[in-house]
């Protein structure tokens, strides 16, 4: 019974660490790592692989954080968490920037574009106006699905595969959001 408690405690911590940074992402993280993404060496990424193999890059590179966080359990959890955070979301800006590129031919987009469609690739009403509140509500999403498989990540190995496939399906579901919608911005 002790177990469980313990494994019920270090999912609270970890849920509640990645919620923090979640929210600090909310409150201006993601204009920070926004700002640190080249959207040059995104379009000639996209015209020299394609579309579809820029999308797989961008998974794999997700899928490689998450396979890496979850592979030593709890250790590498605790540390390798925020790491993976960052990095699935700095994948999923690259995704929707290399969309939108591929759509529009257009390959520079400011930050409050780029977040509504995020938001719209997670399914949160982009018709809220963009300030920090729909910021908070993509922060919930994605701690939802980040923090939905938190538990299994905590057994070595099997961890890192859970990782690495989850963070993989994401951002390809991300992918396949955002190219379904043909999201315009206006």
């Not at 990424?45 to 966080?69: P, T």
């Not at 300030?131 to 938190?150: C, D, Y």
């Amino acid at each position: 019974m002790r177990a469980k408690k313990h494994t019920k405690l270090n999912t609270d911590k970890i849920t509640a660490a990645l919620q923090k940074g979640l929210t600090a992402l909310a409150k201006g993280g993601f204009k920070k790592l926004f700002n640190h993404i080249d959207q040059l060496t995104i379009k000639n990424e996209v015209d020299k692989m394609g579309i579809d193999k820029f999308i797989n890059h961008c998974a794999l590179l997700a899928a490689g954080s998450g396979a890496a966080s979850g592979a030593g359990g709890l250790a590498t959890l605790l540390v390798g968490a925020p790491l993976d955070m960052l990095n699935l979301v700095m994948q999923q800006f690259r995704v929707t920037m290399g969309i939108r590129y591929h759509n529009t031919g257009e390959y520079k987009i400011n930050f409050l574009d780029c977040i509504r469609l995020v938001a719209s690739s997670l399914k949160v009403d982009a018709g809220v106006t963009i300030t920090k509140n729909i910021m908070e509500e993509v922060a919930a999403k994605l701690m939802l699905a980040f923090g939905s498989r938190a538990a299994e990540r905590l057994l070595p190995v099997v961890g890192a595969v859970i990782g690495g496939t989850a963070n993989y399906l994401f951002i390809k579901k991300v992918a396949r959001n955002l190219g379904v919608q043909r999201v315009q911005v206006v």
